[in-house]
């Protein structure tokens, strides 16, 4: 693992240190993940839950699965022979972590250790608000302030 916890609880709102492992080079750790925060505010505002999971993270499940043939199955869609399968199951369904830990509910993965395999979360600049028979509303961010040099929307 990447990174190892040492929390004050198990609780979501609970702040947790980070401190890396020794056998891992500094360069390898995760710029994105704050290394003092709660677990709550970690996947709310920094971590990207909601992204298709890479091969590596499918690995990572894989090797915390307690039944044998869920982590098979996981390791098998990671594989280049799974590759279509992948595509099929997960790509094409646009399946998130949430949806492929309750596909695969026996892959408990140390939190700690699950943050080194999540993107980081980057800044959304619209969103459908609501799509109507007359049309779809967007929201999004209008910069009034904007930093000398910077340039100009």
Known sequence: AVVSTQSTGETAHKQYTLTPD???????????????????????????VRSLPKKALLLFLAEHCGDEKEGDCLRFLASKEGSKDLNDLIYSRSLTLLEILTLFPSSSP?????????????PRYYSVSRISERGVKFVFNHVTNIRAGVGEL
């Open 110 to 122: 140390p939190f700690s250790s699950l943050l080194q395999y999540l993107p980081r979360l980057t």
């Open 22 to 48: 020794a056998s891992v080079k500094p360069r390898l750790l995760p710029k994105h993940v704050m290394f003092e925060c709660s677990p709550y505010y970690a996947l709310k505002y920094t971590l990207d």
